[in-house]
């Protein structure tokens, strides 16, 4: 089933350039996402991070199949940091380990909200990021914790690495990167682009879609 779903992936990513514009992130978008080689797209990518995490709380295996890349040779890789003294250093290297996790966890009604993803830019096929969300469970107290992350897009195949770990006090959290309030991405039946400026984006004019982003 697993070699099934991995075999379509390709097909589904593409898939996803078509729904893009209707799907925007709750998320702020900041950071450098220019550059695309041929044939991939930053906008492709970021409903990609936000399929990954929304399959990830539903323990969904057969979206979390379509968004995670296994590239050869180093695969996939997926780890957290311990958020409590309680809490456990996890690390996982395949699909059917990390739809074990999240079935786990979901047990524990596990959520990670994101709040906003800082790009790295492109390198090669590759887009880099920097998730900045806020995790909560059962087992891991009251209130949500502010976690961070290291993280890489792979053009046409998902994500291929996502290390989370607790933000760390020194870090103010994505309020502090100096993105512009009106970055957070809202549906447009317009065209457009949004270009980088300094840290973070700017939206050339008013009213942009997440399809403008290249």
């Known amino acids: 089933m697993v070699a099934l779903l991995r075999a379509v992936v390709g097909l589904q990513l593409l898939a996803f350039s078509s729904i893009v514009a209707q799907q925007p992130p709750t998320w702020t978008v900041q950071g450098d996402t220019a550059g695309a080689p041929p044939g991939c797209s930053a906008a492709v990518g970021i409903t990609v991070i936000s399929t990954w995490f929304a399959a990830f709380h539903d323990a969904d295996s057969a979206a979390l199949a379509r968004v995670t890349a296994m590239p050869p040779p ?9 958020f409590t003294p309680s809490d456990t250093f996890v690390r996982i290297h395949s699909l059917p380990d990390l739809v074990r996790y999240a079935r786990t966890r979901m047990r ?4 990670m909200i994101l709040e906003a ?59 502090s990167r100096r993105a512009p309030p009106n970055m957070r991405l809202k549906l447009s039946a317009r065209g457009g682009r949004l270009i980088g400026k300094g840290s973070a984006l700017s939206a050339a004019a008013a009213g942009r879609s997440l399809s403008a982003i290249r």
């Open 74 to 82: 180093t695969g996939f890789v997926f780890s957290t940091g311990k």
């Open 108 to 111: 524990r009604h596990e959520r």
């Open 117 to 175: 993803v800082r790009f790295y830019g492109w390198r090669r096929r590759a887009l880099g990021f920097m998730p900045y969300f806020a995790r909560s469970a059962d087992d891991l107290g009251h209130n949500p914790l502010a976690g961070i992350g290291k993280a890489e897009y792979l053009c046409g195949q998902g994500i291929s690495i996502l290390n989370l770990a607790p933000r760390p006090s020194y870090d103010p959290g994505p309020a």
